[in-house]
């Protein structure tokens, strides 16, 4: 009998659905009418085409979705207390240095649980929403409708993401990067950079690009396959602008560690901070790049 169940289990693993960008897209879809069921509710304006524009042509990678998504569960935090329902801290995972579309969808189903929980709290009559059908989607299409999803949660919220919620993903990369090079054995006598009082959110998004840039060598050293991050550059960036690169540098950094063994060291939480400005931003991520900087090779020393 135990062989038969043994086999059973084989043959249904071996029979599992492969889930693709086209599946991980659907369930985007539907996340996208949960969120304008919302706007609706609430009565307010949902701008379609502005959002729309916002919309970036590269090749992205499924870790870069993934990461959308925890944005997505970060804004449903502050929708969340909004509406004065408590935090939930948004998942981590394990790092792995090619991320499956499996895993994305996984964050699909999280959301949608979050979204399903606020509108029972809320005590709403939610439509049924119709799963369709798409071909041909790619990791950059699901991108984009994550950001799609994210656009319209700040107009739910009404509000974007405020500089401490960038400085507290700043603040993760910087956990991350103390954790490699103590693995590496590489010696950390780094200071922050002199605070530049003036900075601005383009200033952020200009050192944030130099340290993604800095860890693609590092991950081309090694055969982790990166992306171009030109796209993500711009000439008057927003607290968001800067915020989509810092999970670009968090999702960097899990190749890097699934890499050279920290299989199961799971980035730390953000944590809650108030109060900061660019120029905060600014400094720490300077104190990043001279970390990123240490580190010549990935082999331990």
């Known amino acids: 009998m135990r062989k038969i169940i043994l086999l059973f289990l084989l043959t249904f693993s071996l029979s599992a659905k492969s889930i693709t960008p086209n599946d991980v897209y659907a369930q985007s879809m539907i996340i996208q009418d949960h969120v304008h069921f919302l706007l609706k509710h609430y009565g307010i304006k949902h701008d379609h085409d502005a959002i729309q524009k916002q919309k970036i042509s590269t090749k992205l990678r499924p870790r870069n979705a993934w990461q959308k998504a925890y944005e997505i569960l970060v804004k449903i935090n502050i929708l969340r ?17 090619e991320l499956n579309p499996g895993m994305v969808y996984g964050m699909t189903q999280r959301i949608l649980t979050e979204l399903k929980i606020f509108e029972a709290r809320k005590e709403m009559q939610i439509p049924k929403f119709k799963l369709h059908t798409y071909k041909k989607k790619t990791p950059l299409d699901v991108y984009n409708s994550f ?4 656009a319209s949660l700040n107009e739910l919220n009404q509000s974007d993401l405020k500089p401490a919620d960038v400085f507290a993903e700043t603040m993760r990369i910087y956990d991350d990067l103390s954790v490699i090079l103590n693995h590496l054995d590489i010696k950390d006598e780094t200071i922050p950079q002199k605070r530049k009082e003036n900075a601005t959110p383009s200033d952020s998004l200009k050192i944030s690009l130099v340290v993604l840039n800095r860890l693609a060598k590092l991950q081309k050293s090694v055969g982790i396959k990166t992306i171009d991050s030109s796209a993500f550059d711009k000439n008057n960036a927003t607290p968001s602008d800067v915020y989509t690169v810092t999970g670009l540098i968090i999702t960097g950094l899990q190749t890097i560690k699934a890499h050279i063994g920290l299989t199961t060291v799971i980035t730390s939480p953000s944590q809650i901070y108030s109060k900061k400005v660019p120029a905060d931003i600014e400094q720490l991520m300077g104190w990043n790049l001279r970390k990123v900087s240490l580190i010549k090779n990935l082999d331990r020393r």
């Open 147 to 150: 950001s799609h999803i994210s």
């Open 81 to 97: 207390n909004a509406y004065g329902l408590s935090r939930i801290e948004p998942v981590g995972m394990e790092p792995v240095e």
